[in-house]
T-cell receptor
Framework: GAGVSQSPSNKVTEKGKDVELRCDPISGHTALYWYRQRLGQGLEFLIYFQGNSAPDKSGLPSDRFSAERTGESVSTLTIQRTQQEDSAVYLC????FGQGGNEKLFFGSGTQLSVL | KQEVTQIPAALSVPEGENLVLNCSFTDSAIYNLQWFRQDPGKGLTSLLLIQSSQREQTSGRLNASLDKSSGRSTLYIAASQPGDSATYLCASPPGAGNNRKLIWGLGTSLAVNP
């Protein structure tokens, strides 16, 4: 596609429910990132994929959070047993494998998750 | 541990003014620094990326500088326009050995008034 696509754009769920957030990166981009932005706070790194592998999962807040990527394309971020503190905008970004990490990131519009 | 700070948190200027946004970082062994623009409901757009070996980058009316010794980067916007109204974020990897994730400032919310 022309850009990074995320779905849904908005998700309202009840505490304790599971949610899945989807990211379609730019075609051909090998790196994919998930970030979280809570109200009034800076972006927090969650996880990144190189191809279908996730070399760095250090930002996942708890074992309720998991992510996968298939076909070096679509990625899904799953949050189990959602809590109110999970409410945030979840942003996905992709990039081509740049020189030494000096890569330009392309972001999707995000999924606004509200846990009631 | 790299920390990124942006001042001011908000800025309001009349159209046509030249302005400077500031970004400070704590680790001078910076790998690169990026400036992004965030529009409501539209995600983030990468504006400029300055590598550690560079002093500045320019794109149109935007100029970003990097001073590693003082731990500062500035984003200069010339002849500001109402369409420049957005939140501007700076971000940097935590170190040369871990350049796959970014540490972010909280942003400067810019309003350019007609």
């Amino acid at each position: 596609g022309a850009g990074v696509s995320q779905s849904p754009s908005n998700k309202v769920t009840e505490k304790g429910k599971d949610v899945e957030l989807r990211c379609d990166p730019i075609s051909g981009h090998t790196a994919l990132y998930w970030y979280r932005q809570r109200l009034g706070q800076g972006l927090e790194f969650l996880i990144y994929f190189q191809g279908n592998s996730a070399p760095d999962k250090s930002g996942l807040p708890s074992d309720r959070f998991s992510a996968e990527r298939t076909g070096e394309s679509v990625s899904t971020l799953t949050i189990q047993r959602t809590q109110q503190e999970d409410s945030a905008v979840y942003l996905c970004a992709s990039s081509s494998f740049g020189q030494g990490g000096n890569e330009k990131l392309f972001f999707g519009s995000g999924t606004q998750l509200s846990v009631l | 541990k790299q920390e990124v700070t942006q001042i001011p948190a908000a800025l309001s200027v009349p159209e046509g003014e030249n302005l400077v946004l500031n970004c400070s970082f704590t680790d001078s062994a910076i790998y690169n620094l990026q400036w992004f623009r965030q529009d409501p409901g539209k995600g983030l757009t990468s504006l400029l990326l300055i590598q550690s070996s560079q002093r500045e980058q320019t794109s149109g009316r935007l100029n970003a500088s990097l001073d590693k010794s003082s731990g500062r980067s500035t984003l200069y916007i010339a002849a500001s326009q109402p369409g420049d109204s957005a939140t501007y974020l700076c971000a940097s990897p935590p170190g040369a050995g871990n350049n796959r994730k970014l540490i972010w400032g909280l942003g400067t919310s810019l309003a350019v008034n007609p």
